[in-house]
């Protein structure tokens, strides 16, 4: 029973992590109809910077803050390569960000190298249900969940986030009452970075991140954004949750190699269920 609220507790944290990945793809995808399969290479962007900051450049706090907002930056530039070009079909701008993803991991190389990365985090653990559970996990669900509610009241309360909202669902409308659509996109893709690299940030402390971890982590993160609809960050989120905790399951009673496999299968499952009931309501 105590290693199963173990698996249970670091399923969540990690989960956490691949919904605020997915949540970045979500809010790229309504605004713009893209893909950004670079999502993965900025959390790592993230995770790497604040190990470099917090080694005597910058305390804890700031340290974090800074390679966020970093992310937040480096997720405008990967927006301005993608879509900064009025006309842009979505298919060619997630093909660019299939190769930004591929630029960014040779600055990752060159400037960390290869092996993987962790920053200090929170130490020490605490007892929950008889099960010892690092600080830092807790710390990640904690951030999430602020995170997301934070996410809900920008797009239910803030004029950008509901200038986001109505590009999102009828960009010529909110051209009529003048949104700039390209500029909510860019905006999209920042916001995006900040996730990321808040996923990075968090994560990087219990799971050590190199350039290799991009795949997992984007395909991880889409798993759950799929869940979503790749519309609805909430939605995500469970997605996220549910993929986590499968994934440490399986590591820990069967092998962890087969975690990757285990976010494309059930991306796959999700994706099936998911047309079947389109199709179905298109019958009706």
Request: include cysteine; hydrophobic fraction near 55%.
């Amino acid at each position: 029973m105590t290693e199963l609220v173990a698996y249970l507790i670091s399923g969540i944290a990690l989960g956490s992590s691949f919904a605020l990945i997915g949540s970045g793809l979500v809010v790229v995808h309504r605004v713009t109809r893209v893909v950004n399969f670079a999502q993965g290479s900025v959390a790592i962007v993230g995770g790497m910077t604040s190990a470099t900051l917090l080694n005597g450049l910058l305390p804890h706090g700031l340290g974090e803050i800074a390679a966020v907002v970093l992310c937040g930056v480096l997720g405008v530039l990967v927006g301005l390569l993608a879509i900064g070009r009025r006309g842009t079909p979505p298919l060619i701008s997630l093909i660019v960000t299939l190769g930004a993803s591929m630029l960014v991991s040779a600055a990752i190389i060159w400037l960390w190298g290869q092996d993987p990365v962790t920053p200090p985090g929170l130490e020490g653990s605490v007892t929950v249900l008889g099960a010892e559970v690092e600080r830092q996990r807790l710390l990640v669900v904690a951030a999430t969940g602020v995170a997301f509610a934070a996410l809900t009241l920008f797009f239910s309360r803030s004029y950008l986030g509901k200038g986001l909202t109505a590009s999102a669902s009828n960009p010529f409308a909110a051209r009529m009452v003048g949104i700039d659509v390209r500029k909510m996109g860019l905006l999209a893709f920042g916001l995006a970075g900040i996730l990321g690299g808040l996923a990075g940030v968090l994560i990087a402390p219990s799971n050590p991140l190199s350039f290799y971890s991009d795949l997992p982590l984007v395909l991880s993160g889409f798993a759950a954004a799929v869940f979503g609809g790749l519309t609805s960050p909430l939605r995500t989120l469970f997605g996220g949750l549910g993929l986590g905790v499968a994934g440490q399951l399986t590591a820990g009673y069967l092998n962890g190699s087969y975690q990757t496999e285990m976010a494309l299968l059930l991306m796959l499952v999700i994706m099936i269920i998911r047309s079947r009931a389109l199709v179905q309501e298109e019958v009706k």
